[in-house]
């Protein structure tokens, strides 16, 4: 096993001594390992803060490709996972709030969607950090996603951290209920929680 691999190991467990020794002894920082995945991204998707930070003094480019597949960036995958102290690291070495990654992500839409209730206190790191809550994704605003989605929690969220209610939404609601019947009863609850919001279409 090389020194990439081995400091991709240690990152992705949790093993901050061996992530500092192989970093004192020459190991780059932003090498990847043998599955094409660096440290920090492995740290991340691990949750790993301490190793994190280290990583990121280390000179760790928190804005490299991250995941299984180099889709999103450091920061998407903390935002997917919930991990709002290693978002706060990230956001603090210089990582971005707009789309990123291959597949161009909002990390506010990851953080709004990748669970069954999104993940609200990224969200409101985000928002806190220059995140555009109007920003989209394929068309669609966090917002629109979370309707999509059935997220009623989110839904509600969102709309409470200033997200415009749209026509949009609305529709994206019903097209849910339609599709899928067995969550009928939540995008019922979307649906008359956007009408609350304004929206009457």
């Known amino acids: ?11 992705g467990d949790g093993d901050v001594a061996a992530v500092a ?3 004192s002894d020459g190991a780059e920082v932003d090498g990847l390992g043998g599955d094409g995945r660096s440290a920090l991204d492995l740290a991340v998707h691990a949750g790993h803060v301490d190793v994190v930070r280290v990583l990121l003094d280390a000179g760790a480019d928190p804005r490299q ?15 997917m ?14 990582a971005t709030t707009g789309a ?9 839409v990851l953080a709004a969607t990748s669970t069954e209730h999104g993940h609200p206190q990224m969200v409101d790191l985000l928002l ?3 995140a555009d809550i109007g920003e989209v994704k394929k068309g669609r605003t ?21 997200a415009t209610p749209t026509a949009k939404a609305l529709s994206e609601a019903r097209a849910g209920a339609e599709r899928f019947s067995k969550a009928a009863e939540q995008y019922a609850l979307v649906v008359s929680t956007l009408h609350a919001a304004g929206i009457e279409r």
């Open 81 to 94: 996972y919930g991990y709002v102290a290693v978002a706060e690291l990230l956001l603090d070495a210089g």
């Open 128 to 130: 806190r950090r220059g």
């Open 21 to 23: 020794r192989l970093l």
């Open 65 to 79: 490709r991250a995941g299984a597949y180099g889709e999103v960036t450091p920061l998407g995958l903390a935002a």
């Open 142 to 162: 966090s917002l629109e996603w979370a309707a999509a989605f059935g997220n009623v929690r989110m839904v509600h969220h969102l709309l409470g951290r200033g």
């Open 100 to 108: 990123q990654g291959r597949l161009n992500s909002p990390p506010l």
């Open 1 to 11: 096993m090389d020194v990439a691999d081995r400091l991709a190991r240690a990152a």
